[in-house]
């Protein structure tokens, strides 16, 4: 999955429109592969994004859980924490990974 598109269903408070908008629009950029689209694709690739963020909204209204909603904070230490473990190896300056 694209690091940059966030989890957001089953948050409390709820996902906010710009949320959700800015995850469409990293949908858009990773399905189209633009980054920001030409003149001529402009158009289209901004209709996208409306059209995949109206979606979005539609999908998150209609969920349901039994779950408790998480917490934003405790979700974003767990993927600091995630992220610090990943990249916990440091170059030693010839290439390798120690």
């Keep these: 999955m694209c690091r ?3 989890t957001l269903h089953n948050f409390s408070p709820p ?3 710009d949320e959700i908008r800015a995850s469409s629009l990293q949908f858009v950029r990773k399905l ?3 980054t920001k689209p030409s003149q001529a694709n402009e ?3 901004n ?3 409306d059209k995949v963020a109206h979606a979005a909204h539609h999908l998150l209204e209609s969920l349901v859980t ?3 909603p998480r917490s934003r904070e405790i979700e974003a230490a767990k993927a600091k924490a995630r992220s610090t473990k990943r990249f916990a190896h440091v170059h030693n300056g010839n290439g390798h990974r120690h």
Aim: aromatic share 12%; proline share 6%.
């Design 15 to 17: 996902a906010t429109n």
């Design 47 to 49: 209709r996208a994004v």
């Design 66 to 68: 039994n779950a408790p």
């Design 4 to 6: 940059a598109i966030k």
């Design 43 to 45: 158009a289209a690739f």
């Design 32 to 34: 189209s592969g633009f």
